[in-house]
């Protein structure tokens, strides 16, 4: 659905569309980060408030704004909801409704948000829905993706209205996954990975599960996930994510060496400019610095800041406290 990145790091990505090869996706990209940053996208040992991964997941997925269908935003400037200017809420005779329509119902999606902005993989992904149904729950989807980095709580709710319309949908769970990961909501994330890993029986969620355990502080359970037939399932972006978030897992068990170790099987000097590149050589970077290498830490910080266009990591302010 989303792209998203491995680690709790304050400007380091997340595991997310590169992880899964070609599946459908749902969403957009995922929200900012957090206060806390680890070896997958900051500085270990300072953790936020609900240890949440910071995020720089590709901003793609269900999020692409293809077609429009007319205007979207009333008068006051507000979007308009899907009936028109005005919500349900603010219609005269409407009853209160309860928390559970309220999911229902989502929130406002504007007038000019079209199923046919949802990419066509997954658009597919919801051909066995009725008609109406899967156009509506599309628009929802379509939101999520748009939200997903400037209001990752929104996108959440958009992703829960779609689930409450068709949750044995694979692609929808995987968007409320993707969108409570970028909210930091972490429990939530891995129960609806967990579920899209049910309906699919794909192992492309592993980096964010992962991920999800060491953002709730189980990095044992995170290790968990680096196994034979988990690594057999993945395409090579995908293992060198999860490589990023165990050795993040190493390195919360104190286990520097070891993540040290581990980023050094993958491919440092690759020359791809994907955006799993700089979020390797940034979570190799900060464990020499945690090891207290720092010369060479400085060196990989710079190779960071060398492939890292976007600035999704904090590299070059790495950089300069280390010079």
């Known amino acids: 659905m989303v792209d998203s990145r491995p680690g709790r790091g304050d400007r380091q990505g997340r595991p997310g569309g590169s992880h899964g090869g070609d599946r459908p996706r749902a969403g957009g990209s995922s929200s900012g980060g957090s206060d806390r940053r680890s070896s997958s996208g900051g500085r270990s040992g300072e953790r936020s408030e609900g240890g949440r991964p910071a995020d720089n997941r590709r901003q793609q997925g269900t999020g692409g704004r293809g077609g429009k269908s007319g205007g979207g ?23 209160e409704r309860s928390a559970d329509q309220k999911i229902y119902d989502g929130p406002d999606i504007p007038d000019d948000i079209s199923a046919k902005d949802l990419d066509k993989h997954a658009r597919q992904a919801l051909q066995g829905l009725p008609e109406k149904l899967a156009e509506r729950v599309s628009r929802h989807l379509v939101m999520a993706g ?26 929808i769970r995987e968007a409320c996954g993707e969108t409570a990961y970028a909210a930091g909501k972490f429990s939530e994330a891995l129960a609806e990975f967990r579920a899209a890993k049910r309906l699919s029986g794909q192992q492309m969620y ?35 994510e999860l490589s990023i978030v165990i050795a993040g897992a190493r390195r919360d068990l104190g286990q520097v060496e070891a993540a040290i170790r581990l980023l050094e099987t993958e491919p440092l000097s690759s020359a791809s400019r994907a955006p799993w590149v700089a979020r390797l050589r940034y979570a190799y970077a900060d464990a020499l610095a945690e090891a207290g290498r720092r010369e060479e830490a400085v060196e990989w910080f710079h190779r960071t800041v060398a492939v890292d266009g976007e600035k999704a990591t904090d590299a070059e302010e790495r950089v300069a406290e280390l010079e």
Request: proline letters at 7%.
């Open 73 to 95: 935003r009333s008068q006051g400037g507000r979007p308009q909801g899907a009936g028109g200017d005005r919500p349900w809420r603010e219609r005269p005779g409407r009853e």
């Open 146 to 171: 748009l939200l997903m980095a400037s209001d990752p709580e929104t996108a959440y709710l958009h992703a829960l209205a779609a689930k409450a319309r068709a949750n044995r949908n694979a692609l």
């Open 206 to 240: 592993a980096p964010m599960m992962a991920d999800c355990e060491r953002a709730l502080r189980r990095p044992e359970k995170a290790l968990a996930y680096d196994t034979a037939d988990v690594r057999k399932n993945l395409d090579d972006a995908g293992n060198i």
